[in-house]
């Protein structure tokens, strides 16, 4: 009857319209009401609520951000946009809550002196790796291989990966190796490709003639950020991520 009221908790512009056509009753939790009751006449735009955009916790696009300024990224928003992949609200506030935590600072709120610089690499590299750390497990394929020279094997690989157009980036004990030679050999590589499930894990794997087995020694990965696949950089054949990544999964690897 005339004095229902359809209640919701918002109603779009268009619902708005169509129920005061069809001469409804109406109200939202915005406060917005079109009703007529009898001698009762209710008309109110509403006032939406504010969603808080803010970022209150290492998120992926932060350590995304962060790897970009510790890899030398201007820390602008267009810098660290363009470093990342990432949109520009989501590199202005992983901006903003890299100031809050004091790892960054800039020397204006607005023109060519508000870029964000850092002001304590160490700090913030801390506080990055502890951050990758606490990120919850992602998928992963473990594969078989044969390969005497496990860095040799993974070129080859590369080069299979280059022919399909399919980013890929070592990282772990495999990227230090090559990084900084320090060990005399590897044994295992962990390789972050371009692949968001675990199937299109296997198919890259099927792709290559690699046997998923468990325990297996070469270890794919999907990227974990947008950074890691832009400041990739290919050292010896290899396409090395960038070291931030690199020094936080070595930790994770248990490696000193």
């Known amino acids: 009857g005339e004095d229902v009221v359809l209640v919701a908790r918002h109603m779009s512009p268009g619902a708005r319209k169509a129920l005061s056509e069809g001469g409804l009753n109406?109200?939202?939790?915005?406060?917005?009401?079109?009703?007529?009751?009898?001698p009762i006449v209710i008309s109110r735009t509403g006032s939406p609520k504010k969603v808080d955009k803010t970022i209150k916790r290492?998120?992926?696009?932060?350590?995304?951000?962060?790897?970009?300024?510790?890899?030398?990224t201007h820390g602008t928003q267009s810098a660290t946009q363009a470093a990342t992949g990432l949109s520009a609200g989501s590199c202005t506030n992983a901006l903003h809550f890299l100031s809050e935590q004091t790892l960054v600072e800039s020397k204006a709120k607005r023109g060519p002196a508000s870029a964000r610089y850092v002001t304590n690499p160490r700090a913030l590299l801390t506080a990055y790796a502890e951050a990758v750390a606490g990120q919850p497990p992602g998928i992963e394929l473990q594969a078989g291989v044969t390969w005497q020279d496990m860095l040799s094997g993974m070129a080859e690989l590369g080069r299979h990966f280059d022919s399909g157009e399919i980013g890929w980036a070592v990282t772990g004990t495999a990227a230090a190796a090559v990084i900084a030679p320090y060990l005399s050999s590897v044994a295992r590589v962990t390789v972050y490709v371009d692949a968001q499930s675990i199937a299109e894990l296997q198919a890259l794997a099927s792709s290559a003639k690699l046997r998923p087995i468990q325990d297996g020694r070469l270890m794919l990965k999907p990227f974990p950020t947008g950074a890691v696949q832009h400041l990739s950089n290919v050292i010896d054949g290899?396409?090395?991520?960038?070291?931030?990544?690199?020094?936080?999964?070595?930790?994770?690897?248990?490696v000193r």
């Open 26 to 38: 109406w109200a939202d939790e915005s406060g917005a009401a079109e009703i007529s009751i009898g």
């Open 58 to 72: 290492w998120s992926p696009a932060v350590i995304s951000v962060a790897e970009a300024l510790l890899c030398g």
């Open 238 to 254: 290899l396409h090395i991520a960038p070291w931030p990544r690199v020094y936080a999964d070595l930790l994770g690897e248990g």
